[in-house]
């Protein structure tokens, strides 16, 4: 299984950003898939994930209203669509897939991709 996350950047608050997680070596749809983060001198938190079953997503609720996580599956591929950024959402995301419960706990998660910077500027 690998996971490629990618659309990290620097942007200013206020602005938007949408992080994408390929997977590859798995079936899309038999693993939940879920965004964390990881800001320095911090640990890994969780953000947003969507379920295996129906689509059903979680959010943490610092990213609530603000980020959307989706996905496309003929592409394998799930996103998360950042608006409304402030510095404190300054961090490296991760993608991560797996089978475990509760969606919002990293130890949930098998397989993890390699992060993406995202740095909010105020």
């Known amino acids: 299984v690998q996971l490629q996350a990618s659309g990290g950047g620097l942007v200013q608050a206020g602005g938007s950003l949408r992080l994408s997680c390929a997977a590859s070596?798995?079936?899309?749809?038999?693993?939940?898939m879920g965004w964390f983060r990881q800001a320095p001198g911090k640990e890994r938190e969780f953000v947003a994930a969507?379920?295996?079953?129906?689509?059903?997503?979680v959010y943490a609720d610092s990213v609530k209203g603000r980020f959307t996580i989706f996905e496309d599956v003929a592409k394998n591929t799930v996103y998360l669509q950042m608006n409304s950024l402030t510095p404190e959402d300054t961090a490296v995301y991760y993608c991560?897939?797996?089978?475990?419960?509760?969606?919002?706990?990293?130890?949930?998660?098998?397989?993890w991709g390699q992060g993406t910077q995202v740095t909010v500027s105020s």
């Open positions: 991560a897939s797996g089978t475990g419960w509760p969606m919002t706990d990293a130890n949930s998660y098998a397989n």
């Open positions: 070596g798995l079936t899309f749809r038999s693993y939940d």
């Open positions: 969507i379920s295996r079953y129906g689509g059903t997503t």
